[in-house]
């Protein structure tokens, strides 16, 4: 067991750790740039050494170094209160609550959409290449005009920016489930009609229980691409919270270290997201008896 688990970390670690070392030695590249620059207008000649320390120093930087990133967050969480407007975890909070709402809707959309889908053959020739074909439209083109249509009919707050997170997360929920739901044999499914089941009979105890597996695989998509648009949704308002929020003020003043801390925490909560929603999955597998292994 403990082995196991072993050669799972190892890969990770070491892709972590090239992940590391090129993000130096992009910064290093990036920067060094302007550390010429200084040199000439002060007129000095500092050794190429104290030019690579310098880059990685730098208070407004191309590319910051991954020791000033970690220092930022650090700043920014743990020495900063909650509730303080400068805190991450309270940015992350906003985001979070956004695209965990349109998480939670596009997922129901989802599974809907796949029932019908599965259930009507016209509706799976006629809407299924609709809803792919939703997902060719860029989501910076449409968020703008979203939240500007429904703020005109009062809807504000948190709800606009749940509908581009619902926008993104459903497709995956749907694509999946249909494929979940198609995924009984033809024999299981003939077995069913041998025991006059009926169509619903048959989809809560066959169709169903089989496609769970398929839907919280589609969910770990849905759920990181739900914070995307939460933070998407944050960018054409103007947000004064959220991690969107951040990156807008950090941008506007040319912090890059803010831009990419909040990159970094944006990443990480994505990342606990999926992790989360795979512990539920292969919960609720372990209890249906699904799981493999």
Do not use: C
């Amino acid at each position: 067991m403990v082995s196991r688990h072993v050669s799972a970390v190892i890969p990770v670690a070491v892709v972590t750790l090239a992940i590391v070392l090129l993000w130096y030695v992009g910064a290093a590249l990036l920067n060094l740039a302007w550390e010429r620059s200084v040199a000439e207008r002060n007129g000095t000649t500092p050794t190429t050494m104290q030019m690579l320390r310098n880059t990685m120093q730098q208070e407004r930087p191309v590319l910051p170094a991954p020791h000033q990133v970690v220092q930022e967050i650090i700043d920014t969480t743990v020495h900063k209160k909650i509730t303080s407007k400068r805190s991450l975890i309270y940015h992350a909070g906003v985001t979070l609550s956004s695209s965990m709402l349109g998480f939670l809707m596009g997922t129901l959309l989802g599974i809907v959409l796949a029932v019908i889908i599965v259930h009507d053959d016209a509706l799976n020739k006629s809407l299924l290449p609709w809803i792919i074909a939703s997902q060719t439209i860029p989501i910076l083109a449409i968020a703008p005009m979203i939240i500007v249509v429904l703020n005109a009919v009062g809807i504000q707050g948190l709800l606009p920016k749940a509908f581009i997170s619902m926008y993104l997360s459903f497709f995956p929920v749907a694509v999946g489930m249909v494929k979940g739901l198609n995924s009984p044999s033809s024999s299981h499914l003939d077995l069913m009609r041998t025991y006059s089941a009926s169509s619903w009979q048959t989809f809560f105890k066959l169709r169903l229980p089989t496609s769970l597996p398929f839907l919280f695989t589609s969910m770990k998509v849905a759920v990181a691409i739900s914070v995307v648009g939460a933070i998407v949704a944050e960018l054409p308002t103007g947000a004064v919270a959220g991690l969107g929020a951040r990156l807008l003020a950090g941008s506007y003043y040319g912090q890059t270290v803010q831009i990419w801390s909040a990159l970094v925490v944006a990443s990480v909560l994505a990342a606990l997201l999926v992790v989360l929603v795979g512990v539920l999955g292969d919960w609720v597998n372990r209890r249906m008896g699904l799981a493999h292994g």
